[in-house]
């Protein structure tokens, strides 16, 4: 073991012992129904409403989605949440299996298991609603793939999505929930009705939810590698305890903290707004508060409010940085209300972003006043420099040419590394 590595292990120990998780242990009554003694997530994605007109409409007709999933911290046994919370119409679920990933569309031999809801194997989830399943035995390594397969044996809308997924996931029809392979499927990179992946995980497990907009969402990056920035910190947070920390990614393109996705009619991005997703201020409470297991969060957000007003979005929506700090401070006081460490990162860098009207110097100065709010108010519990960390020395207001995705915004793979290389993970070991 490394001397790096030994003082990673110290600090994740010290995180633990903040959070208090160390000291949850099963009451009698626990004990007595065999329940785990504590669930913390281990996947999960934020979803949205599906894009609108002109775009055709996503639909689904007795037909099997199976959807691939990147586990952070491992367990015991495991439960699925899936979701209508976009839905008008009840979300009919014929069968739901879930199963360890054996590469494309196939399943581990041997690892099959039903989902089942309040004992039963198909249900209807409500108008606004989610359904979590019943526990599942199953063993759950970390930094692994679960394969998730529903059957959706009526007409259904596509109503709640994760529109940019960068992972490859399969359609295919009929019930072929238990088939170790789906040959010829079709193929999407969205995930569809599904939210979360939580774990019987050690006592002591907890999650930190990472909220942000596409660049947390993991926006450019190579589909199906997992280089989103959230992915590379757990992987540096498992090395130093394993499952102890789980990660989950609640970044949507796209997103803002004060307005819901709202783009103009145009291409390129003319139709989409609904899958840019509610406010940050809107989704708070159900995207991080609500997360199994969450000690703390990391926001990066504020990049499209700045930007999108007059480019993508209407100019009437452009807002001061005043009223980013208000948005700020209301994510602040409402994780210290329910005991969460928050902790806020600075704003990359996005000049000469090829999206047309989005970089001005006005836009830039917005920014700058942004981040140093973020790094000397004292206001975040903590505060990351994802700044510092992918801009380029150079001409500190481009992101450096090797982190560059090619859009001049969103860090490529490299740029992914490099965020979650600057967390310092000793933010999480100071008391809230």
Known sequence: ???????????????????????????????????PAAWAGTWSTGVTGPATAPNPETVFDNQTLRQIVHTSIGGRSLRVRLSNEYGAQPLVIGEARVARHAGGARIVAGTDRRLTFGGRSSVSIPPGAPALSDPVALSVPALSELVVSIHLPRRTVAATVHGSAFQTNYVAAGNVTRSPDLTGAATTTSWYFLSGVSVAAPPRAAAVVTFGDSITDGAITTVDANHRWPDFLARRLQQAAPDTLGVLNKGIGGNRLLYDGNTLPDPPFGGIGPLFGDSALSRFDRDVLAQPGARAVIVLLGINDIGQPGSIAPASEAVTVDELIAGYRQLIARAHERGLRIIGATLT???DTTIPGYYTAANEAKRAAVNRWIRTSGEYDGVIDFDRAVRDPAQPLRIRPQYDSGDHLHPNDAGMRAMADAVPLRLTAQTA
């Open 1 to 35: 073991m490394t001397a790096s590595t030994t003082r990673l292990r110290r600090l994740v120990t010290a995180v633990v012992a903040t959070f208090g998780v160390a000291s949850l242990t099963l009451t009698g009554s626990a004990v007595a129904a065999g329940r």
């Open 349 to 351: 860098p996005f000049q």
